[in-house]
């Protein structure tokens, strides 16, 4: 069995720039979370999704901000015009369904500089 | 705002001791949830405790739920260090995560 996988693992990229990332769930689980952390805080929820539909987005996630899930397996979260601020540890989850653990990714860290 | 909060926010035991650290939360919830983070890695799920259940034991972690006083505390039995980790509590299926307790094992 293969657990949630995320790639890339590191990101650095200039100001402006557009970056996306990709989330592998574990192959039956029907909901994937997306959220952020950084540097000595717990992790932010984003958006999650319940297969195919994107059924909540927090109010961190700005315009620039999308992730889409289109088959209901894999998901991409891109950011545009990437700021500083949007450095920070970006982490995918995934669970069977709902209330139930959820099971993390290795996390894609990004830098903007 | 984050639903769980976790107390105290760092933790520094002897190696063997024994470990608690407790959550509060703000709202119902149907469960709720302890992760760890070893330092700069993904969260490990460690155990779920549903709002019906008031104790949950898994290996050397046992999980207390109080729903009246809408708390929870992990204890973690003959701490080691590679216990040494970020714990988080987290709420319902959304997660909503606190800023965690780092606890340290000393040798």
């Known amino acids: 069995d293969t657990g949630v996988s995320q790639d890339p693992r590191h990101k650095i990229t200039k100001r402006g720039q557009n970056v996306t990332f990709r989330c592998d769930p574990i192959?039956?689980?029907?909901?994937l979370y997306w959220y952020r952390q950084t540097l000595g805080q717990g992790p932010e929820f984003l958006t999650y999704?319940?297969?195919?539909?994107?059924?909540?987005k927090s109010r961190l996630l700005s315009d620039r901000f999308s992730a889409e899930r289109p088959k209901g397996s894999f998901s991409t979260l891109e950011i545009q015009r990437t700021e500083q601020g949007d450095s920070a540890m970006y982490l995918c989850?995934?669970?069977?369904?709902?209330?139930?653990?959820?099971?993390f990714g290795p996390g894609t860290r990004l830098t903007v500089t | 705002s984050q639903q769980g909060e976790e107390d105290p926010q760092a933790l520094s035991i002897q190696e063997g001791e024994n470990a608690t650290m407790n959550c509060s939360y703000k709202?119902?919830?149907?469960?709720l949830q302890w992760y760890r983070q070893n330092s700069g890695r993904g969260l490990v799920h460690l155990i779920l405790?549903?709002?019906?259940?008031r104790e949950k034991h898994s290996g050397r972690l046992r999980v207390t739920l109080d729903t009246s006083k809408k708390s929870s505390s992990l204890l973690i039995t003959a701490s080691r260090a590679a216990d040494t980790a970020s714990y988080f509590c987290a709420t319902d299926d959304k997660i909503i995560f606190g800023k965690g307790t780092r606890l340290h094992i000393l040798p």
């Open positions: 989850a995934s669970s069977l369904d709902v209330r139930e653990e959820q099971y």
């Open positions: 405790i549903r709002s019906n259940e």
């Open positions: 709202t119902s919830i149907n469960n």
């Open positions: 192959s039956e689980h029907n909901r």
């Open positions: 999704f319940q297969n195919e539909a994107q059924l909540e």
